[in-house]
């Protein structure tokens, strides 16, 4: 399809670095899907849906620079929603979440509920001034925060809140947050991995698997239509949580 | 039951279906993965002599028809790539490397830089500033740039044309007096989108080139003339979807097809092997063999 115009209905300041943009148009996403967004003149980039008609996004770099300048009334391109979202499933579901990793989990925390399921959450933050979502997800379950300089919550990353939690009680573990975090719970779950999935971040060009740009070593697997929410037992062995690739190919 | 193995533009493959230049080919991974799903043989993406990012997106919209592409020539350089082509070998198709180049230095140096089973000179890509088709739309410069290639690798030479020309006869009949062992027709067709909302073209390199089902017809119609007047080789692809399409650029006269835009549809790397079976069962329906189907529709003139 071609890029759906959307215009910018309300936009929040979620933290210093994070805001939540709504638009005119309900999206009607599977929770963990994406969105090609299209910033006119600028570039085209993937954000995770956090809104039935909205996305969170965090300042990184050029294109999300131009997003934040944009005001309620601008216009985006949208193409979307895209790739394959998390697959709920089991009676009770543990959501970890790393900084704005929180973002898609928050929308299928509420699905979960909303499906009658249990839903504990385990997020990690750098301090507490970038809690983000903190209501939703403390309005469907227990909610565990962890915090990089102990200001909230746990001291230490997402991972140090593990222990607080026993993992076996959970049918599926959805993870959603920095590559290292996600290896690393991901690395202390040993078989446990067919129950846990994980949304992953490349590099995306095309959107549609063709382009290759988001493959992962060495399935091939195709990030942006296979994923990117993909099961942990086919991310090991892989390049995933040692290296990515730039958009020119090269590793890094 | 109906061989479909043999020589496709000097490279022995046991199937004639392959993976087009500029699709999935950047990681040795996506290139072993379409051999192990039933490619014969597979092209990488092009690869030149210094690593580049490729163009602002959006950089693929979809349109009536097909897609509309300007990636930009993305690829991390010659000197990173060997190791992806190693892999990609692991498949057990011969691999061919797509190189392209600014000029016929550049060329020479990206071929002799790497190992490959086959090169794959991209002469034609329609979305690159003193590239591709601004080089390759010169008889002239596609013989140079072949014969000087041609002399230095010791593997098979295809050169990929551009039908953004008046006549593509005379690009395949400069790369044949170059030495090439075949040719590569077609690349995608010059094109632009326009996003109404704005007035602006949707493309971030504002104009691309479009592939799919809409520019089959133009490709059958340039693999006929190509395979009428030559005497290598004719590579078919533009549109391949289906078994079907294959035969339809068999009977123009091709060697072999590649597969390209058609991998972005559901069935994913799964088209390789469906085409391939189609167009083996058809075979075997007719009775004929490939080396008999191919050129069929020249019989007719």
């Known amino acids: ?252 | 039951m109906a061989s479909l193995s043999g020589d496709v533009g000097g490279i022995e493959m046991k199937n004639p279906v392959m993976l087009a230049a500029g699709i999935l080919g950047t990681t040795g991974a996506s290139l072993r993965r379409a051999a192990r799903s039933g490619a014969g043989g597979v092209v990488t993406k092009s690869v030149g002599a210094a690593p580049r990012d490729g163009h602002r997106g959006p950089t693929v919209v979809q349109v009536e028809g097909g897609l509309l592409n300007a990636m930009g020539l993305p690829n991390p350089s010659y000197r990173s790539f060997q190791e992806e082509i190693d892999i990609g070998r692991e498949g057990g198709a011969p691999v061919v490397a797509s190189i392209f180049g600014s000029g016929l230095q550049e060329f020479v140096e990206v071929a002799e830089g790497l190992d490959a089973d086959g090169f794959e000179l991209n002469l034609s890509c329609p979305h690159a500033e003193r590239l591709g088709a601004e080089i390759g739309c010169e008889a002239c410069n596609v013989e140079e740039i072949t014969r000087a290639v041609k002399e230095r690798v010791k593997v098979p030479l295809w050169v990929k044309l551009t039908p953004n020309v008046t006549d593509i006869v005379g690009l395949g009949l400069a790369a044949q007096r170059g030495g090439a062992d075949g040719v590569v027709a077609i690349n995608t067709l010059k094109a632009m989108a326009i996003d109404v909302e704005s007035g602006r073209p949707i493309l971030g390199n504002r104009f691309g080139g479009l592939s799919g089902p809409a520019i089959k017809p133009v490709a059958v119609r340039c693999v006929y003339d190509l395979a009428s007047a030559l005497d290598i080789p004719v590579i078919g692809v533009g549109g391949v979807a289906t078994w079907q399409d294959a035969a339809e650029m068999i009977m123009a006269g091709a060697a072999g097809v590649q597969v390209g835009t058609a991998l972005g549809r559901a069935e994913g790397y799964g088209i390789f092997r469906s085409i391939a079976e189609g167009l083996r069962d058809y075979l075997d329906r007719k009775g004929m063999t490939l080396e008999e189907l191919r050129g069929l529709a020249r019989r007719f003139s």
Do not use: H
């Open chain 1, 1 to 252: 399809m071609r890029p759906k115009s959307a215009e910018i209905v309300e936009i929040v300041r979620e933290t210093s670095s994070v805001r939540t943009l709504r638009f005119d148009l309900e999206l009607d996403p599977v929770p963990g899907q994406y969105l090609m967004v299209w910033v006119r003149g600028v570039d085209e980039v993937p954000m995770s849906i956090s809104y039935r008609n909205g996305i969170t996004v965090q300042l990184v770099g050029e294109a999300t620079r131009a997003i934040f300048d944009l005001s309620v009334g601008d216009g985006l391109g949208l193409r979307g929603p895209l790739g394959n979202g998390f697959l709920l499933t089991g009676k009770r579901i543990l959501l970890v979440g790393g900084g704005v990793g929180a973002a898609p989990l928050a929308l299928l925390g509420e699905a979960a509920r909303e499906e009658g399921m249990e839903v504990s959450t385990l997020l990690g933050f750098r301090c507490c001034d970038d809690l983000l979502f903190r209501e939703r997800f403390e309005r469907i379950g227990d909610l565990v925060i962890t915090t990089d300089d102990g200001s909230e919550g746990i001291c230490g990353r997402a991972s140090a809140g593990l222990s607080s939690l026993n993992l076996q009680e959970f049918d599926q573990i959805y993870l959603c947050g920095p590559e290292p975090m996600m290896a690393d719970v991901i690395g202390r779950c040993r078989g446990m991995e067919t129950k846990i999935q994980a949304s992953i971040d490349r590099y995306f060009k095309c959107g549609m698997g063709i382009c290759g740009s988001c493959a992962i070593d060495p399935s091939g697997i195709r990030v942006c239509v296979e994923g990117p929410v993909i099961r942990a037992d086919r991310l090991v062995g892989t390049e995933f949580g040692r290296y990515r690739r730039g958009p020119s190919g090269l590793k890094k």
